[in-house]
């Protein structure tokens, strides 16, 4: 976009640009660019409104949980592009407050498993049609509608599906019917920024779930470190973990299979193996 263009974009919206826009990392899924204006740095983002329309919706729900994390305001949604505060980056670890702010998010409970519209973690679309059980929420909403995607685009074969399967229909077996809390729903350690006020969180895909898919998903490519969970437990961690570790990391990696391909097909297997499925 021009520099013309995005004077007329965001003039009506209050905001005056100096110079031309900085393209971010990550921009695969939706076009990200960091902007000075005359009102401060902003995020603007370009996407298909309905996404952006959710996304703005997760961001809003991350900021009323009151956690202590940060997460960045809303400044403005407009059709394509949704504007957001700017956050500076690159301030030191502190997983311990991630890991407190993170139990404070999770401590606000839901009326049900899942959330009142679909929306999609990273480009995939997710399904979050409300059920009063996890354990069947997980099973059809994750995991076999998950699977099948997989399947129908030839990369997962019967005998996987048959496993997956399997273990999906185990859950009532391993899962307590417990109370759904929020959730931020793709918690990879990319979408965990260290600002000069704290840890932050963007790119939601929010729901009300279990809240260990937060967990798994954060420690499925790296450990935010043991003060983390020292501080998210406040305690003990249930003496099943390793094994709901494993399970809700099944979820994002069927999805990292359904986005990149055959490279993720060894770990999809090496956690049916380790889940007994």
């Not at 679909?118 to 909403?141: H, I, K, V």
């Not at 779930?209 to 935010?224: C, I, K, N, Q, S």
Request: aromatic share 8%.
């Amino acid at each position: 976009m021009k520099e013309s263009d995005w004077q007329s974009r965001l003039a009506p919206l209050g905001l005056e640009p100096v110079g031309d826009p900085q393209a971010l990392a990550g921009g695969d899924i939706a076009a990200v660019s960091r902007l000075e204006t005359r009102q401060g740095a902003v995020i603007v983002k370009r996407d298909d409104p309905e996404a952006l329309r959710l996304e703005a919706e997760g961001l809003q729900a991350l900021r009323d949980a009151d956690s202590g994390l940060v997460v960045p305001a809303v400044i403005a949604l407009d059709d394509d592009l949704l504007v957001m505060e700017a956050l500076d980056s690159g301030a030191p670890r502190r997983p311990a407050r991630l890991g407190e702010g993170l139990r404070r998010l999770h401590a606000v409970a839901g009326p049900y498993h899942g959330w009142p519209r679909d929306n999609r973690c990273g480009p995939t679309p997710q399904r979050n049609t409300p059920d009063s059980d996890g354990r069947a929420f997980q099973r059809e909403r994750r995991l076999l509608a998950l699977g099948e995607a997989c399947r129908q685009r030839g990369l997962l074969d019967a005998a996987a599906g048959e496993r997956l399967a399997m273990i999906a229909a185990r859950l009532e077996e391993w899962l307590p019917d417990a109370e759904p809390q929020l959730v931020h729903g793709d918690l990879w350690s990319g979408n965990v920024l260290y600002t000069p006020d704290g840890p932050a969180l963007i790119d939601p895909a929010v729901y009300y779930h279990y809240p260990e898919v937060d967990l798994a998903m954060l420690t499925l490519f790296g450990r935010p470190g043991e003060a983390f969970f020292e501080a998210y437990w406040d305690g003990e961690p249930p003496a099943d973990w390793p094994r709901r570790e494993r399970l809700f990391q099944l979820y994002p990696l069927l999805n990292h299979l359904y986005l990149f391909g055959g490279g993720y097909r060894a770990a999809v297997t090496a956690t049916l193996d380790a889940l007994g499925g």
